[in-house]
């Protein structure tokens, strides 16, 4: 990576991790949890958002094995060859994503960052399993953090104040927004989906700035 061309909002090491991180197609992967591990992304950032999601969700090379001796032959993603294995990339993923909920957790500032590891986490849990209880981790968090801001929204609408109080209801809808992302589509997450959905529409018909809305 040319350290000139790097932006203002990477340091030098995240730099290289940016630039590298889908480099090589079978490395993605492996170099994705490093990343995850290392932290000298700033997991908020749209562009991050990006590119992670891309390396993440890439299908890449499909390939057919027609050794098995089946009546089919097996058909798998080479870059995803032995990823549910004992010690593997999709443990490694849980881990470092369980690690990063637990840390922001305590960080209520760093919740834009749960918008893309709320969506991995719900993503992987498909095989993972363990990632289901971390993508509802992210999503409990964020949806407390709105709940967090409901006395703000009554104080301002009290006191006359309707910018702050658009401002806070945007921020609320963001938030439960981001929590919906992060949950996965099991029956269990039903009714808290669809409590999210109506805050979420309750308070945008308040909302008159429709750049907000």
């Known amino acids: 990576a040319n350290?000139?061309?790097?932006?203002?909002?990477?340091t030098k090491p995240g730099f290289l991790d940016f630039a590298s991180l889908c480099a090589f197609p079978l490395r993605k992967l492996?170099?994705?949890?490093?990343?995850?591990?290392?932290?000298?992304?700033?997991?908020?950032?749209?562009?991050?958002?990006?590119?992670?999601?891309?390396?993440?969700?890439q299908l890449g090379k499909i390939c057919i094995d027609s050794s098995s001796g089946g009546s089919s032959d097996r058909v798998y993603l080479e870059q995803r060859t032995e990823w549910e294995e004992p010690g593997g990339v999709l443990q490694a993923l849980s881990?470092?994503?369980?690690?990063?909920g637990e840390q922001l957790e305590e960080t209520p500032r760093e919740h834009d960052a749960v918008?893309?590891?709320?969506?991995?986490?719900?993503?992987?849990?498909?095989?993972?399993?363990?990632?289901?209880?971390?993508?509802?981790?992210?999503?409990?968090m964020t949806s407390r953090a709105a709940d967090h801001l409901e006395q703000q929204v009554e104080t301002a609408k009290g006191s006359?104040?309707?910018?702050?109080?658009?401002?806070?209801q945007a921020r609320q809808c963001h938030l439960r927004m981001t929590s919906l992302?992060?949950?996965?589509?099991?029956?269990?997450?039903?009714?808290?989906?669809?409590?999210?959905?109506?805050?979420?529409?309750h308070a945008a018909c308040f909302m008159n700035d429709p750049v907000q809305r």
């Open 30 to 57: 492996p170099k994705l949890c490093a990343t995850l591990h290392e932290q000298q992304l700033p997991l908020g950032h749209p562009a991050v958002h990006t590119l992670i999601c891309q390396c993440l969700f």
């Open 3 to 10: 350290q000139e061309s790097k932006p203002s909002w990477l």
């Open 115 to 140: 918008l893309l590891l709320g969506e991995i986490a719900a993503y992987l849990a498909d095989w993972a399993p363990a990632c289901n209880a971390v993508a509802l981790r992210f999503a409990a």
């Open 95 to 100: 881990y470092e994503l369980g690690r990063l």
């Open 160 to 168: 006359g104040q309707d910018a702050v109080q658009q401002r806070l």
């Open 181 to 201: 992302l992060c949950h996965t589509n099991g029956p269990l997450d039903a009714a808290a989906m669809l409590q999210l959905m109506v805050q979420v529409q």
